[in-house]
């Protein structure tokens, strides 16, 4: 009889949420995301699926996220089901980014994304020029003739002379 009735108490538990409870649980999908030259994990990537507006932060650690529904606008959420296909944005600093597509399936959905480090170079060359008040702006594609020098120096005379015979501020 003991036996019976605590059957009876946790089969209710056991069949999972109730329709009228409206909690439908999506299928698991983990997306580990690695850096390609080393395999390690890249801690700081963020994951998108491109439904969704909210990027979501990998697990420092384990560069892994683990997700089972979909987040599309404030109220709303999707639960991941078997078929769906998924657009997902990987994107790290200093790594390119990519766009995966996957299919759910039943179980064992697990995702390895391998990013490439982007290749930058120092070229302080082309950062941009600032000017203020007094500046000229120089063509750095050629050099100065002798009479455009000439008179870039006779500017900064005037100018020079101009700072010395003005009074010291406050």
Not at 26 to 48: E, N, Q
Not at 84 to 105: D, G, Q, S, W
Not at 121 to 140: H, T, V
């Amino acid at each position: 009889m003991r036996l019976l009735l605590a059957l009876l108490l946790t089969l209710p538990a056991l069949a999972g949420p109730k329709e009228s409870e409206g909690e439908i649980e999506g299928i698991p999908l983990v997306i580990t995301i690695i850096d390609g030259k080393t395999g390690k994990p890249i801690p700081f990537a963020t994951v998108r699926e491109t439904q969704e507006r909210q990027l979501k932060m990998v697990e420092r650690a384990s560069g892994q996220i683990s997700m089972s529904k979909l987040y599309p606008s404030y109220n709303d959420e999707i639960p991941l089901t078997r078929g769906m296909e998924l657009n997902i944005e990987v994107t790290a600093a200093a790594y390119e980014p990519k766009l995966v597509t996957y299919t759910m399936r039943r179980r064992r959905n697990r995702v390895l994304v391998s990013l490439e480090p982007m290749e930058i170079e120092a070229n302080y060359g082309s950062e941009p020029q600032l000017q203020f008040g007094r500046d000229k702006p120089l063509d750095s594609g050629r050099e100065l003739t002798k009479e455009e020098m000439k008179e870039l120096e006779a500017e900064m005379e005037e100018a020079r002379k101009e700072r010395e015979a003005s009074p010291p501020g406050p």
